[in-house]
């Protein structure tokens, strides 16, 4: 055992280790590729096989170390060029390396798209692939066995440097499988590596030495290229989970539809979406995914424009105010809206006005159904299906009535303004890039008309135009007011007292 103690002894080999590890590196790269084509199931151990199978032909290849040497003597002559039995043995594991690299290449980069239904996947054998890996286990592990002797003189420190070398490839084959399973260009680039392996392989067959430092030189340039691109695309992805869901998801299938998107490189796919979809249904689609962030309070009716009734005015005043708006439901309150008592019809209304049992049995009938302004329009959808189709007031937290929304008002909030005959449209295009809008349009229908997602902040405490830019202006506000927001221009071009009545927006 005083071998153990000689430094010379250690030295030899933790270098062959290293050698070892590093030349087993492309084995590895193999036999990740190779492990993808089986059933999830099966990979790790087609892993530990093909890798147990090389350390067993490694260490019988040892053993056989008298014909190794053999194999470095002229075997077979063609022309001027003399062969020897290595030459051969890594002329053709090159070219079947070579092929490999070649078909995998071809089968990744033909682009061919599939649907794949998991009871229907078809996986290579088990047998096949293992059967694969093993021939290219041959080739690398006669290299490894020659370098192994060209180094040492002890066939223990030979056997103890592959075991351990193994094992490290054992523990290493796992992560370096899966990694290059989610990076599909990492798996372009093992291909290419494979490529420059063959090659030199097929080289050193034909008698040309290429020194193992050139390959791996370039390897090693392309991985750290490579990792770059990783880092860049990690920190992308992490920024990008800083953004909403449902910005995401907007963003993602306005662009699908043929939206306003912020690059040009998707331009055939943006030209073909404009075609398949109009613009109603981009439009329709963008207010259908706002539905879960926007707060009842965006779509409602102001309690400013709320045509309602008091049940103390006389019989005749109550009359004239029903026929005079072209309304067919009216809260009925007693002397303020914060004091309602019922919401009826109006022809309901103009039938019992004379007759005090019947007016009311009638406020009686129809009791009011109140939700919270900061309710989520998604929510309150259901209250709307329970109220079979009467209105719906919308209160603060301290029950005052802020205004009303029925069934009419989430279709407008989805396909767009239905005003009625003494309204207004809130916003009217002017040309292909300006438009007129009133300070009350909603920051999120002038979203889904400009094509954006970004005008509304996450923790916004604004829901209209005018709001957004007492906002960004901090309440510092005149006639003619400019700003300058995510690429859109406002200018207050009308005010009422301190009220900002309508703007103009310009957006390219």
Known sequence: MEFLLDPGIWIGLLTLIVLEIVLGIDNLVFIAILADKLPPEQRDKARIVGLSLALVMRLGLLF???????????????????????????????????????????????????????????????????????????????????????????????MAAMIVAMAVMLLASKPLTDFVNRHPTVIILCLSFLLLIGISLIAEGFGFHIPKGYIYSGIGVAIVIEAFNQFTQRNATKHESKIPLRHRTADTILKLMGGKMETLTDSAQHAEAQEAFADEERYMIGGV???????????????????????????????????????????????SLDKVLSVVRAKELLDVL?????????????????????????????TLRTSKGSLVLVSDEFGNVQGLISPLDVFEAIAGEFPDADEQLDLVKIDEHTWKASGMLDVYQLELELGMIDLVDEDAGYISVAGLILDKTHGEVVLGTQLEYHGVHFEVTELDENRIKSVLITHR
């Not at 019947?358 to 259901?382: G, W």
């Open 354 to 382: 004379d007759d005090e049992e019947q007016l009311k049995a009638l406020i009686k009938r129809h009791r009011p159904i109140y939700i919270f302004e900061k309710m989520k329009v998604i929510d309150a959808i259901n």
């Open 289 to 335: 995914l706002t539905l879960a962030e926007r707060s009842v309070a965006s779509i409602m009716t102001p309690r400013s424009q709320i045509s309602w009734v008091n049940i103390d005015d006389a019989p005749e005043r109550i009359r004239e105010q029903v026929l005079s708006v072209p309304h067919s439901l009216f809260p009925v309150c007693r002397g």
């Open 64 to 158: 056989a170390i008298s014909w190794l040497v053999t194999l470095t003597k002229p075997f077979i002559t063609v022309f001027d060029w003399t062969f020897s039995g290595r030459d051969l043995i890594l002329l053709f594991g090159g070219l079947f390396l070579l092929y490999k690299a070649v078909s995998e290449l071809h089968e990744r980069m033909e682009g061919q798209s599939e649907v794949k239904v998991t009871t229907n996947v078809v996986y290579a054998s088990f047998t096949a692939v293992v059967a694969q890996i093993v021939v290219l286990d041959a080739v690398f592990s006669l290299d490894s066995v020659i370098t192994a002797i060209g180094m040492v003189d002890n066939i223990y420190v030979m």
